[in-house]
């Protein structure tokens, strides 16, 4: 799966125009939520924090038009708590997110 860490630059201008500092502060936020709920993932030990933790960076992702990141957190959803292939790539792609 592919990821364009300049998706989410684009959504935010998108939707805010040219103002980069409220871009710098909504991308800031979006990283912060994605990475507090893929936290809650990795600490998740059962079904239902685990799930709940999925849908909610799923519908974070959807918020922004982040298709490749909604389709990782519907994978994350349908794989077992704690899964650590699914962790690895969600941390992954929220460092490369980090680093754009």
């Not at 805010?16 to 990283?31: H, K, M, P």
């Not at 933790?53 to 994350?76: C, H, Q, V």
Request: aromatic share 4%; with cysteine.
């Amino acid at each position: 799966m592919s990821y364009d860490p300049g998706a989410l630059d684009a959504a935010l201008a998108a939707a805010v125009g040219d103002d980069s500092a409220l871009i710098a502060d909504l991308r800031v936020a979006f990283l912060e939520s994605a990475a507090r709920q893929v936290d809650l993932l990795g600490r998740a030990r059962c079904d239902a924090n685990w799930h709940l933790a999925a849908w909610r960076l799923k519908g974070l992702a959807a918020s922004f038009g982040m298709t490749s990141l909604m389709a990782l957190a519907d994978e994350a959803a349908q794989s077992a708590p704690g899964d650590p292939r699914i962790l690895r790539q969600l941390q992954a792609t929220l460092a490369t997110l980090e680093q754009s």
